[in-house]
Structures are given as structure tokens and as C-alpha cells.
């Protein structure tokens, strides 16, 4: 029997749940937390006392925190945790030496590691926490539409015009803003054969937040790509796609988040060109012929 047919969150994602709940959580709750995902097989061997001694909080919050992440019994958490544990051990043996937060006596040799194994472990979260019913919604969507207009501050700005140059070269209008007037501006004249996407880490960005409700009060339809499904932007949003990116201190959502975003952008994006094969081949060999004459003439 499944976890999920006995009422339980999936065990596969028990880290990036408690990754994801970290913004809402109480103080108390985020101390909780950083013990569970600094140490999951270690912390899973805790008693509820022992996890509250350890964060310096109550008993009653570490109840109120299991249950804030899913669980009706602390001891399926504790479970669940072994098994991610044990799980990712297996498929990253180096992941005990390389796991952590780059440190000052770091080697070039460490860095390069941790930074391929945070990596690598942030797509394959994503993976696993994508809703694809919900990435195919934002497909049909995208397919619909007349023009599609991308919006991001930051590292997400970088993201939205990846997503925006690909679009293009499929033969779709997409605009991609690089400042937050010129993305209201645009948002405001959006309708309802329009597709707006609003591309923000924590979900939390005030002009990301404001690019959307703008959007979505024309009329348009609106797409938040966010890691927190619970964040201020996702509730803007028609169609939500969370990423799971994994962050340290040096790897801030400037670094962390873009692989992830990157990612979910991908899928879209071929989601899109397999439901209109023919025509976005075609637009594709069209491309790669001018770039290359072009390159050509130069040479």
C-alpha cells in the first residue's frame, strides 16, 4: 500500500516538503527544521523531547511541525526520513564527504563536487515535486495563446528570457521584460487569448507579484514558476510549477533556484514544440538555417 492511500505524504519527498515550508514556518519551527535537513538520518534516531532539548523549543512545537508538513504521527516522519536518507546515500555514495555548505578549507576539487551534487540533486527534487497535471495545464495554455510575456527580477530575469528566446524560435510571440514599468505597462494590455508568466524564487518578489495580478486582472491567463507553492505569487497564479531547488549560504536563490527554474522552463518548453510537432520543426530547421548563413557570411 502506498503512503499516499494510508493518508501519508509521499516519503520520496520529506526533505524538499520541509525545504519548501521554511518562509512560513515560526522560529521555533525553522530551528526544528534545519535540524531534520542538516542531519535527516541522525535526527530521525531524536524523540520528539530530544528534537525540542536540541532546538531549544517545546515539545508542542515539534508536534505542530510534523504536522504542518503532512504527518498525523511523528513516527512516519521518522520514517520517511531513514528511508530519504538511506535513498540518497545509495544514489550519491559521496554524498556524506560532499553534503554541506562550502566551507573556507574547501579544496578548487570540493567545490566543483558539492556544487555538481547540490546540482544534480535540485533537478532530480524538482522532478519529483513537478505537478505534471499541472505542467500540462500551463502547455495548453501556452499553445493557446496569441502572446505569451515572461517576467522576472534577478537570476529569474535570466530564466524568463532562456524561456522567451525558445518560444521564439518555435514561431511563438513571447516578450520577455527586463524592468518592472515595461512589464506592468505590457501586462496591462494583455486580454484573454494572452499567457502571462511570472518566474520568482520565493514567490515573495513585490514587481513579480504585481506583473501577474496586473496580468491576471486584464484578463490574461497567468503562470507562476515558484519553489513555494505556498507563496504570495502562487496564490496570484492559475497555474502554479514548483521548483525544489536546494540552497546553501554561498548557493542564495541568485544560484541555487536558476538550475531548477531552468529545468521546469525545458519541459515547458518541449512540452510545447511536441503538441505542434510539424510546425515547430519546421520553425526550428527555418532558424537554424539563418543563424548559420548568417554565421557564414561572417566567416
Partial sequence: MSDESEGRPDSRTVLVRIRAALPALRPSEKRIARVFLDDPAGAAGLSIAEIATECGTS??????FYKRIGYARYQDLRTDLTREAMREKLENPNLPSLSGDVNRDDTVDDIVAKVALNETLSIADTAKMLDTKELARA??????ARRVDIFGVGASSFVGLDLQQKLSRIGRTALNWPDSHSAWTSAATLDESCVAIAISHSGSTIDTGEFLAIAGGAGAATIAITNFSESALADTADVVLTTA???????SGALGSRIAQLMVVDCLFIGVAQASYEVSMAALRSTYTAVHRGLGARS
Fill in 59 to 64: 515539545t508542542t512545537s515539534v508536534v505542530r
Fill in 139 to 144: 502547455i495548453g495554455l501556452v499553445l493557446s
Fill in 245 to 251: 531547488a536546494r540552497e546553501t549560504r554561498f548557493r
